[in-house]
């Protein structure tokens, strides 16, 4: 991970010149801020990587996309615009306070583990109980706080408003909870248990 001093949040994004050109030109970005504010003062912060694959544009483009996988029975999407390995890895499991606990640190596979396994078993519950439904997205309601960490937030808990095919409103728990991490959103796992 490389540590940099910056003022400005640099979001990084499939638009943003840095990312389309590479780490190298990301990292002489990075150069740039810190000899223009002359390295004083400045917090230091990590630069992570370009940041999280297959991401919603807002937490209603996200819900969006996971109504029409879920009609579609589209499993490969619905596994897509969810935390994959490598996000997990690099991203949100360095930031959480278990993985700062000295018995925990070489227990990483562990809790991969039991995170996928529960959230591939509630996937497949989705899938039977919602797939195949036309739901039209109506909002996003998150029922629990959100909590922040240096690079990401959770927003936790979140509910899925929609209008089912006879255009009755309903309030849907289809997963848990949402990384957003620089204008970016991702479902945390599916389960909801």
Known sequence: ???????????RTPTNPCLRAGV???LLCALLVLLSTGCAGVATVPVSGPGLTNAGA??????ARMLDALHQKDRETLRAISITEEEYRHIIWPQLPISKIKQWQSRYD????????????????LLVGYGG????LVDVR?????TDYEDYRVHRDARVIVTDDTGRKRELNLFGSIVEMHGQYKIMSYNIH
């Open 142 to 146: 998150i029922v629990e706080d959100v």
């Open 133 to 136: 439904k036309h739901y039209s």
């Open 24 to 26: 190298g030109l990301g």
């Open 110 to 125: 562990f809790v991969w583990g039991q995170h996928m396994m529960k959230s591939g078993s509630c996937l497949e519950d």
């Open 1 to 11: 991970m490389v540590f940099v001093k910056k003022q400005i949040k640099i979001h």
């Open 58 to 63: 807002s937490m209603k483009d996200l819900c």
